[in-house]
């Protein structure tokens, strides 16, 4: 005989939350800066540490109406990816500000109306790790062929003590790919 499970059972409900559930707080972001962009290697650890609110990418698929006789026959559409978007924490030296300023205009110079022309060098990849409460890897989001469309201005304000400076990126990607990480593997 089957066991009824009881939707009021709280044991029912913490069962479901295998170690725990998965803590927010618990990310890493590595932004893989392209290779014309000075001190690149540098830039790619910084971000994996300076990244403070980030999100795992998300997806839309539009509808198609199809319409008969006076019925609308929803069919899906096409597939689009939302833009990427993180808050870094600044540090004095400005590192990942500049990595992304320089890579802004590489894409198109701030004083001619020059930049890349090629994809190549200035799309990368931006992954996304979510870790359990040991430092283990439960799910990785790879977006790829990314370029940053936006960098947030700084705000500077007389009466902000005790916090760190921080701005916002936004990231335009073709699309993503995941995969589920085996338990106990550790970045």
């Known amino acids: 005989m089957?066991?009824?499970v009881s939707p009021f059972s709280i044991n029912s409900f913490k069962a479901q939350l295998k170690n725990g559930g998965a803590r927010p707080n618990q990310f890493q972001v590595t932004i893989n800066f392209p290779q014309l962009v000075a001190q690149n290697t540098v830039l790619n650890r910084a971000s994996s540490f300076l990244v403070s609110i980030a999100e795992m990418p998300g997806q839309t698929i539009g509808v198609t109406p199809v319409f008969y006789r006076g019925r609308e026959l929803k069919m899906a559409g096409?597939?689009?990816?939302?833009?990427?978007?993180?808050t870094i924490l600044n540090d004095t030296d400005f590192t990942i500000r500049q990595g992304l300023d320089e890579w802004m205009n590489l894409i198109e110079s701030n004083q001619f109306k020059t930049g890349a022309t090629n994809p190549v060098n200035y799309q990368t990849t931006i992954t996304v790790t979510q870790l359990d409460r040991q430092g283990s890897v439960l799910r990785e989001y790879e977006m790829t062929d990314a370029f940053p469309t936006d960098i947030s201005p700084i705000g500077l304000d007389f009466a902000a003590n005790d916090q760190l400076s921080t701005f916002?990126?936004?990231?335009q990607y073709q699309q993503f790919t995941y995969r589920n990480v085996p338990v106990g593997t550790r970045l």
Request: aromatic share 18%; hydrophobic share 50%.
């Open 168 to 171: 916002s990126a936004t990231f």
């Open 2 to 4: 089957a066991t009824i």
């Open 78 to 86: 096409d597939k689009v990816f939302a833009p990427f978007t993180c």
